[in-house]
């Protein structure tokens, strides 16, 4: 008798864990696409049979016609918004209702991942945002400029100073050690090279804490993600004590010698310091004759104006920001870069004119890239874009109901959706990016997409690559120059070939949480026989 009750008992479990919530959008009158139970919609993910980017892209695809769809990632129900005006709606217009992403990090175990910008909610996040915002001007970019151009400077020079007319390169591995690079003179104040220098500690720290595959780092990923209060119970932590005191110590060292020295650098560190000290007054004249970064550039929101900064903006709150940017300037950027480059080598008609362009731009310039003469490329712009487009770094965005809300229906087919306080939500960027809808031919690589005469059609809300409203990546000029500079370096100097280690056309990696190519990104830089440099 006992036996029975504990196989009923279990037998309910089972059902209320894995099987009930699954039914969560049919019980709302929400169109969902079958899960399995426990696992959601995401089985092939796990078992390794399908990337996540693609997973993502298909997921929208589930839904033709409609302006959202219910999917679930393991138990957890996620609303597909699909529908650029619904988009708009939620992001910004009803933006007091929706403030927050879904985050896997506590800020109180763990508050150097969960106190960086992304994680924070609600107020504090408000504070923070309207902290940094300041940091990110196009003006204090142009100050910022000359640490990331010397960087992609000495990154090319590496290869121009080797002897062989076709250098083979794995793109991955060598953009993240310019990004590395870049954000570590920016963010954390200090100079390294991880082109000569490969295993330098800097490097070797930012690869441990921004891997995400592998069995573990996958298996705590998914952990934290379903059971994040029996994580945060047993201490769990996604990132090693050694790491993260590592970079607490380059902050705090780099802060003390500033301020004991009075050193002024303009790098991040320096930004941040001068937001600690209170309010920044830019002159708006000077910001508005600025050039912008591009068309991908998001623009901050007008909304967090009314906010102010934080009252106490301490070390350890600097050290989670810099980490935060080494995140997105570590991998998001150099997963940029390796989609855009594998472009540039299969379509070399694009390749050669932007080349020519950069030639034009690098003789009126007399060798010398400025701010302003990288930002007036115009067919530059439309390059990254159209790689941001096809290969969007992030394939999406959340946001968490902080409000009750109702989605009216619009369609003959749609009911009310009232969402409660705490039910999440999904921007599929990938979807957006390749729905034929909005962008015809969406696996053509086409950078006319984004010409004078072309994107003024490009339906607002379907171009995400740096996200949507008030929350969108802060980050946005700076991941741009970044792209902007090393192309412009790289072809200047090479030509990008396929070798025969080349994966044409390629195939996205079942076994990364990140967007990345299966067997790596192998392709040469072959040695353009004339006097540029």
């Known amino acids: 008798m006992i036996w029975l009750i504990l196989v009923t008992v279990l037998a309910f479990l089972l059902w209320y864990v894995g099987v009930r919530p699954m039914n969560y959008f049919a019980n709302m009158g929400v169109k969902q696409h079958r899960p399995w139970p426990f696992f959601g919609n995401q089985l092939k993910v796990i078992l390794r049979q399908q990337s996540f980017v693609d997973f993502l892209e298909e997921t929208y695809n589930y839904f033709p016609g409609s302006r959202y769809g219910g999917v679930y990632q393991f138990s957890i129900p996620l609303l597909y918004i699909r529908d650029p005006d619904l988009v708009r709606q939620i992001a910004i217009k009803d933006f007091d209702h929706f403030t927050d992403h879904r985050t896997l990090f506590d800020i109180e175990s763990d508050p150097l991942i969960g106190g960086n910008l992304f994680s924070l909610k609600g107020q504090k996040w408000r504070e923070m945002r309207a902290t940094l915002s300041g940091s990110f001007t196009s003006s204090k970019m142009k100050n910022m400029f000359y640490l990331i151009n010397e960087a992609a400077e000495n990154f090319v020079d590496y290869f121009i100073d080797k002897k062989e007319d076709v250098v083979e390169v794995e793109l991955k591995d060598s953009f993240t050690r310019y990004t590395n690079d870049v954000i570590a003179t920016t963010a954390f104040g200090i100079k390294v090279d991880s082109i000569k220098d490969p295993e330098n500690e800097f490097y070797m720290m930012g690869k441990k804490i921004t891997n995400v ?27 090693s004590k050694e790491i993260l005191k590592f970079f607490v110590n380059i902050i705090d060292q780099t802060i003390k010698l500033r301020e004991e020295g009075g050193i002024v650098r303009t790098d991040m560190i320096n930004q941040m310091l001068e937001a600690r000290k209170g309010p920044t007054h830019d002159a708006k004249p000077q910001e508005e004759i600025m050039l912008d970064s591009g068309f991908a550039t998001v623009k901050e929101s007008a909304h967090l104006s009314k906010f102010k900064q934080l009252k106490n903006f301490t070390n350890d709150d600097m050290t989670a920001q810099a980490l935060v940017f080494f995140f997105a300037g570590f991998d998001s950027v150099s997963t940029a870069l390796c989609f855009g480059t594998y472009e540039l080598a299969v379509n070399k008609d694009v390749q050669d004119k932007l080349r020519e362009e950069i030639r034009e ?5 007399n060798g010398k890239l400025t701010y302003e003469s990288l930002l007036k490329m115009k067919y530059m712009d439309m390059v990254v874009s159209e790689a941001l487009r096809k290969w969007p770094p992030a394939g999406g965005s959340d946001r968490v109901v902080t409000q009750p809300y109702t989605i009216e229906p619009v369609n003959p087919d749609e009911s009310p ?29 086409d950078p006319e997409r984004f010409s004078d005469e072309n994107k003024g059609s490009i339906i607002p809300y379907t171009y995400l690559p740096f996200g949507v409203g008030p929350r969108n990546c802060i980050g946005s000029r700076f991941a741009l120059l970044e792209i902007k500079a090393i192309f412009y370096h790289l072809l200047l100097n090479f030509e990008i070939v396929p070798t025969k280690a080349s994966k044409i056309p390629l195939k996205l990696s079942v076994h990364s949480l990140n967007p990345a190519a299966e067997g790596g990104f192998w392709f040469g830089l072959k040695r353009i026989s004339n006097d540029v440099k």
């Open 417 to 445: 959706v009232h969402l409660k306080v705490g039910d999440s939500l999904f921007f599929s960027t990938i979807g957006f990016h390749r729905d034929p809808a909005y962008y015809p031919n969406p696996l053509k690589f």
């Open 213 to 239: 595959t592998g069995i573990i780092p996958t298996l705590k990923f998914f952990g934290i993600l379903i059971m994040p209060k029996l994580f945060k119970l047993l201490k769990i932590r996604f990132f």
């Open 361 to 365: 731009v690098h003789e009126l310039n």
